[in-house]
């Protein structure tokens, strides 16, 4: 029997890295060495090559049980997240993860904990009984979490979301460089009168705001204080919002760019704006943000907006993940920030010139 646990394949079974060496007339070791990332140095690239040729032409792939006996691992890693059935950038975040994990021959074991604390609990215990290599815990929406139990007794990284004990590696949007980038999408067609609508206090929204400010204050510009308008995250917020500061208000005294908290206030502001007899972009400019799939393109005019990094966020955590399990070391307890990019569209436009 040999060191991996393979059986000698028959024609019609699956085929093992036995058959591959017969194939590629190489020793049952120099297999291993490929399979098993131990190539380099004891085997010239030519017969790396050969044998992956021989493992193609067979349909071979390794045994991942075998192989994660070898090494100790289940090559399988746990993402528990509060709200994936509900939130619509889940997707993006989860194929970024799933993929980067793949491409690594590991598989993702996802739960929805449904915010739960419980059941997040709960759900961590369940993943350590099945020995993962190791967990992502993700949220939907950016904020301070508490650290389910027994996140600590693995390697751990945090999606999207940041520990309320600073105890892990957390990867999230640049939140207030995104509030600067919106700013500057005003700012470089000539917009000096601009207000901020939508929002509340959590996280997103301070730092959004903080960083729409810090570019206008660069150019020397002070949002006045009633252009500033808290309303909420949802179309409704943005409506009302948009009222406040145009509705009655004569052309040359209101805004001509508004930044949106999100892109459902976004649309909420477009809706106020046709209402009023406010064309866009040509007497109003709109800068959305998170570019919500299935909405941001199809509002009219379609909708110019700050992008969260989603897909990204989701990749970047898996590496940081696997690159830990890799080495079998802990990585700092640092905060990574992802650029938040620009989606334009045709929501945004040079400042009226009255």
């Known amino acids: 029997m040999g060191g991996t646990g393979e059986k000698q394949a028959t024609g019609s079974g699956r085929p093992t890295s036995r058959d591959v060496a017969r194939l590629a007339g190489v020793s049952h070791t120099a ?35 075998a192989r994660g006996l070898r090494r100790r691992r289940t090559a399988v890693i746990g993402l528990v997240t509060d709200e994936i059935a509900s939130s619509p950038f889940a997707g993006r975040l989860l194929r970024g993860a799933m993929e980067t994990a793949w491409a690594s021959e590991h598989l993702v074991l996802t739960i929805d904990s449904g915010g739960d604390p419980a059941k997040e609990d709960a759900a961590v215990a369940e993943l350590l009984d099945r020995r993962v290599d190791g967990i992502i815990y993700a949220a939907m929406s950016l904020r301070r979490v508490r650290v389910p139990e027994g996140l600590h007794r693995t390697h751990s990284v945090l999606a999207n979301c940041l520990p309320e004990d600073d105890s892990l590696p957390a990867v999230i949007p ?13 700012l470089d067609e000539g917009h000096r009168r601009v207000a901020m609508v939508g929002g509340q206090d959590d996280l997103a929204s301070v730092d959004r705001l903080r960083g729409f400010r810090d570019a206008l204050r660069a150019e020397g510009i002070t ?47 477009l809706h106020a704006a046709t209402r009023l007899g406010i064309a866009v972009p040509g007497d109003l400019s709109v800068v959305g943000y998170d570019d919500q799939e299935h909405m941001a393109e199809f509002l009219t005019p379609p909708l110019t907006s700050v992008a969260l990094p989603h897909r990204a966020m989701g990749e970047a ?38």
């Not at 297999?31 to 193609?56: D, K, M, W």
């Not at 640049?174 to 005003?186: I, M, N, S, V």
């Not at 919002?241 to 892109?263: E, H, K, Q, S």
Request: aromatic residues 4%; positive net charge; proline residues 8%.
């Open 31 to 65: 297999v291993s060495f490929v399979f098993n990332g131990r190539a380099e140095g004891n085997l010239s690239p030519a017969t790396q090559e050969r044998i992956r040729q021989a493992a193609a032409e067979l349909g071979y792939r390794p045994d991942p049980v």
């Open 174 to 186: 640049a939140e207030r460089a995104g509030g600067r980038t919106a700013a500057r999408l005003l």
């Open 223 to 269: 949002v006045p204080k009633e252009w500033v308008v808290r309303s909420g995250g949802e179309i409704s917020g943005g409506h009302e919002g948009a009222m406040r500061v145009l509705d009655g208000v004569p052309a040359d005294r209101r805004p001509t760019g508004i930044f949106c908290y999100n892109d459902r206030v976004a649309a909420g502001v």
């Open 317 to 354: 955590t898996a590496r940081l993940l696997l690159d830990s399990i890799d080495t079998g070391r802990t990585p700092p307890a640092t905060v990574r920030r992802l650029a938040c990019p620009v989606i334009s569209r045709a929501s945004v436009g040079p400042a009226p010139s009255r």
